[in-house]
């Protein structure tokens, strides 16, 4: 069974900082490209950031210079440090796994939220 659980996430003032983690089990970390993505009250979720499984990394250009996407293969857990946080970051975040089972599967957590207040 495929679960991914995100932890970190909380209530934090403008610009300051929250880390993310996603805890997977029952995938194959490594043929898993991974992501973070995030859905704001009333909009639409959206790209935050990516990590393939080549390692390539990839960030939506609102967060460019102020989030890291990382993972840790060994522990199959996948990371986003977020630093100088904005009101706009508030939304609630969600991990997600691509992975080459028979095809492309997509799995995703049940999302943190994050709140930041100016």
């Known amino acids: 069974q495929v679960q991914l659980v995100e932890s970190g996430g909380g209530s934090v003032q403008a610009g300051g900082s929250l880390k993310l983690s996603c805890t997977t089990s029952g995938i194959i970390f490594s043929r898993c490209g991974m992501a973070w993505h995030r859905q704001a009250p009333g909009k639409e979720r959206e790209f935050v950031s990516s990590i393939s499984d080549d390692g390539t990394i990839r960030y939506t250009d609102v967060v460019k210079g102020r989030f890291t996407i990382s993972q840790d293969k060994a522990k199959n857990k996948l990371h986003l440090q977020m630093n100088m946080l904005k009101t706009e970051d508030t939304a609630v975040y969600y991990c997600?796994?691509?992975?080459?089972?028979?095809?492309?599967?997509?799995?995703w957590g049940q999302g943190t939220q994050v709140t930041v207040s100016s």
């Open positions: 997600a796994a691509v992975c080459a089972v028979v095809g492309l599967e997509t799995y």
